[in-house]
């Protein structure tokens, strides 16, 4: 009798761990099926558009804090982590329910942000106190600070080379942290008021976007040096690499325009009307479309990359700013 209750007993232990087995692949699955989100953050209306980059149509508005700019995205997709520049601090957004899950207090003016790959560590841009701060938002605090150079904007994490990048724009300069020791290994002088960072694929170059002197510096990151400068349009703002790394585009405030830039050949082939008052883009996983937040009319371009042509607009929020990588991988 013995020999035959246990025997029973393992075969529901088998059957339940053959269930959970068969949930996880049919969960994975469905995470693999998803299509990447574009999370809009809108720094007027205090809310957050999400955007079907299948369907192209905003599916969800979800409230965040004081006036959010910043937004950045695990690995997995998992989290989003949004910059409230008024808050002083940060939202951390369950982007499977669609729920906010925290709010974390950081030092005045949070405006860049970045994660790891695994979002296990933030790091924040204080644009007053000029310094970073690395949040851990499973411990939802501020767990050290980087004092770095004047107003810091635009930052990018590189897990594989253990770097952050950071683009000073009142310093003219874009800085590598190393995440272990946390300490400045190189401060690199660029254009006039770097302000977004690009990074390619494989990591070998940074991209810094110099809003007043018009211009993109290319940076070598292996040997730390401005390899080439290219002129773009007017008061430009930030940049997304293509995901095979031969193309940049950079937004342009002041002309409403994308530049598109050749990156093997550094020069621009093409220029793209869309908004008002361009700032964030970013681009989907397959490369097919190039997303642009216009703050002044509240809406996104998407331009086509086949023929480099606006395919659709579509209203978000006042303020559209969408600062960071926005779309999930």
Same mark, same amino acid.
């Given at each position: ?146 004092? &770095? @150079?004047? =107003? %810091?904007? #635009? ?6 080379? $253990?770097?952050? +990048? /950071? *683009? !000073? ?104 009307? &869309? @908004?008002? =008052? %361009?700032? #964030? ?6 490369? $097919?479309?190039? +997303? /642009? *937040? !216009? ?35």
């Amino acid at each position: 009798m013995f020999t035959l209750l246990l025997d029973s007993s393992k075969k529901v232990v088998l059957q339940k761990i053959a269930f959970f087995l068969i949930l996880g692949l049919l969960t994975a699955c469905n995470a693999e099926q998803h299509p990447p989100y574009a999370y809009i953050t809108n720094q007027l209306s205090d809310d957050l558009s999400v955007i079907d980059t299948t369907t192209q149509q905003v599916i969800h508005t979800i409230t965040m804090g004081n006036r959010p700019v910043g937004i950045t995205l695990n690995k997995s997709g998992s989290k989003a982590f949004i910059s409230n520049s008024e808050g002083q601090d940060i939202t951390v957004l369950d982007t499977t329910t669609m729920e906010v899950i925290a709010h974390i207090a950081t030092p005045s003016g949070p405006v860049g942000i970045a994660t790891n790959d695994d979002g296990s560590k933030v790091y924040v841009a204080d644009w007053y106190q000029h310094k970073i701060s690395v949040v851990d938002p499973e411990r939802e605090k501020v767990i050290a600070t980087i004092q &770095v @150079g004047n =107003s %810091p904007a #635009g930052l990018i994490v590189d897990d594989q080379a $253990k770097r952050l +990048y /950071v *683009a !000073n724009r009142d310093d003219n300069t874009v800085m590598f942290i190393d995440t272990d020791s946390q300490k400045i290994t190189h401060s690199i002088n660029v254009g006039t008021a770097p302000f977004g960072l690009a990074l390619s694929p494989d990591g070998n170059t940074l991209y810094s976007v110099n809003v007043q002197s018009n211009d993109v510096s290319v940076i070598d990151t292996q040997k730390a040096k401005v390899t080439h400068t290219i002129k773009v349009g007017e008061w430009p703002y930030c940049a997304v690499v293509s995901p095979d790394g031969n193309h940049l585009y950079v937004t342009n405030q002041d002309d409403s325009t994308v530049s598109i830039i050749d990156t093997k050949n550094p020069s621009i082939i093409g220029t793209v009307d &869309v @908004g008002d =008052s %361009p700032e #964030g883009i970013d681009i989907t996983p397959d490369g $097919k479309f190039v +997303y /642009v *937040a !216009n703050w002044g009319d509240g809406s996104i371009s998407i331009i086509n990359t086949n023929n480099y042509k606006v395919e659709k607009t579509i209203e978000t929020g006042k303020g559209s700013r969408a600062f960071g990588q926005f779309i999930s991988r």
